[in-house]
């Protein structure tokens, strides 16, 4: 991490660089924030039991052992990830497994699809504001200098001012439509350089949070200096992340439960915790993170009458979850053609997201395509509505393969593996302030998710690994233990008023 370019984040403070004498912290949920947690309250001499309702580590960014009709074993998980150079605290956690970043290999550029065979490139671009801002509209084939003077100046320059109070407070109650909509810019640069970022956070639109919409663009392109490169992993998730931290957590003491669903926590009258899990075993523990989806806490909430501050429980209920998102991987018979981009990102072109070619930069499935010959292709939508169903997805998916990648034409599917799943949070118009936050109102519970509200920009993979160690430090400061730093890019626009 250039940490020249991060800012470091005030966290609480404590006296001691380890626990003594020992405390029992039981985390909940096994994916990015509830692993990075674990790993930071057992490196300070926590005993720690992590409880995964799952038979694998990771969550939403997991993977799991299948099988092809051959028999070969492969490793599956649920689509693309992108590890931006801004995911700091993600980089962080990774040190722990892999000190010097082997894992991850850098993709040259960001490249977007969309109909008629437009292309927008993002690569080469100044990595601060307004110099990228500037470059990229002086370079865009979808954008002219009258569109730029018929366009709401005003309007856009809000991108440049985001402020973690008055952004939300100003744009929070209209939705990411609107905002889009105001800035009148023509429908193919609005596609081409807007639509393909808001659609990157799962929710529509229609039903996302313009203030959330301005966090993200500040986020990953107008607050940070590391532009929009990103690395990829050069190996299934499973045998890059999760068996080498289950490995790491083993070698700090961790106890780590799979296929373990804790139902219920209780306060008990000790002031410790006890977790109840499906298979009538009880945990009980001095301090418990809830690190799980929205939906899942909101059951164990419900189902834990102790957890009795009304107010609390009323933000919990207030979260929900966005539309579901498909993943297709086939296993094609034929390579693309020399030359294809490892990933592109589409827009304008129906369901689609996002196309990766997964032999052009993961070992296992370029082992295969050496083998066999063929390519192993992945189609990724983000915000599938509820009508669909999935011989539609696969159907538009296969379209718009077709056009874009004419080759695939005439290639056959040996293998396809299809993913629609709903899990992931909803950032819904006026729910930024009620949104529930690392602290509760109970002494040794914290909560940790992607759906959490920081006080930092972040999102998706990074804002779990940063509400993670947020969560872990705040158990650890009430033990008066030093926690792990947090890390972040500005937390306000280049243009944010100073009084704001």
């Known amino acids: 991490m250039a ?10 403070s404590g006296s001691q660089e380890r626990l003594e004498p020992r405390k029992h912290a039981a985390v909940v949920g096994g994916g990015l924030a509830g692993v990075a947690a674990a790993v930071v309250l057992a490196e300070r001499g926590a005993s720690v039991t992590l409880i995964e309702r799952e038979g694998y580590l990771g969550g939403r960014v997991g993977g799991w052992t299948d099988r092809l009709a051959s028999g070969e074993a492969f490793e599956m998980e649920r689509g693309f990830h992108a590890f931006f150079r801004q995911y700091y605290n993600l980089r962080e956690l990774l040190k722990r497994i892999d000190p010097d970043g082997r894992s991850l290999t ?8 969309g109909p008629d065979g437009s292309v927008e490139s993002f690569e ?25 003077m018929r366009s709401n100046r005003t309007a856009a320059l809000e991108m440049l001012k985001y402020d973690p109070v008055a952004t939300y407070r100003k744009f929070d109650a ?25 659609h990157s956070f799962f929710n529509p639109e229609e039903r996302m949070s313009a203030g959330e919409l301005l966090m993200m663009f500040h986020f990953y392109f107008l607050g940070n200096e590391e532009g929009l490169i990103f690395d990829v992993l050069n190996e299934a ?15 700090l003491g961790v106890q780590i439960r799979l296929e373990t669903t804790a139902t219920e926590v209780t306060r008990r009258e000790d002031g410790g915790w006890r977790v109840g899990t499906g298979n009538d075993t009880a945990i009980d523990a001095d301090a418990v993170v809830l690190a ?9 909430v419900t189902a834990s009458p102790t957890l009795d501050d009304g107010e609390w429980r009323a933000r919990v209920d207030g979260l929900a979850l966005t539309l579901p998102f498909a993943v297709w991987r086939v296993w094609l018979d034929k390579p693309a053609i020399s030359g294809r981009h490892p990933f592109v990102g589409t827009a304008g072109l129906g369901l689609l997201d996002n196309i990766s070619l997964f032999e052009l930069f993961e070992g296992e499935s370029r082992r295969w395509a050496l083998r066999a010959g063929g390519s192993v292709v992945e189609l990724h939508a983000y915000a599938v509505p509820d009508e669909r169903d999935e011989a539609s997805i696969k159907a538009e998916f296969l379209e718009y393969l077709h056009e874009l990648y004419p080759e695939t034409q005439k290639v056959a599917i040996l293998e396809e593996r299809f993913l629609l799943r709903q899990d992931c949070p909803a950032f819904a118009p006026g729910s930024h302030a009620t949104r529930p936050t690392v602290e509760t109102p109970f002494d040794g519970l914290a909560l940790a998710g992607d759906f959490v509200r920081l006080p930092i920009p972040s999102a998706l993979m990074e804002r779990a690994t940063a509400s993670g160690f947020m969560a872990a430090n705040r158990l650890l400061a009430s033990w008066d233990v030093r926690g792990e730093a947090v890390w972040s890019i500005s937390r306000r626009g280049l243009f944010a008023n100073a009084d704001s």
């Open 237 to 251: 998730f499973s045998d890059s992340l999760w068996r080498p931290f289950a490995r790491y957590l083993q070698s």
């Open 292 to 300: 799980v989806t929205a939906s899942a806490l909101q059951e164990i």
């Open 174 to 198: 209209g939705t990411a439509r609107e905002y889009l909509d105001s800035l009148n810019f023509p429908l193919q640069a609005r596609r081409m350089l807007f639509d393909v970022f808001s």
């Open 124 to 148: 080469k671009l100044p990595r601060k504001a307004p110099w990228n801002v500037m470059r990229l509209v002086m370079r865009t084939p979808h954008m002219t200098f009258g569109d730029v």
């Open 3 to 12: 940490k020249n370019r991060a800012q470091r984040f005030p966290q609480p």
């Open 106 to 113: 850098p993709l040259a550029d960001y490249p977007i699809f």
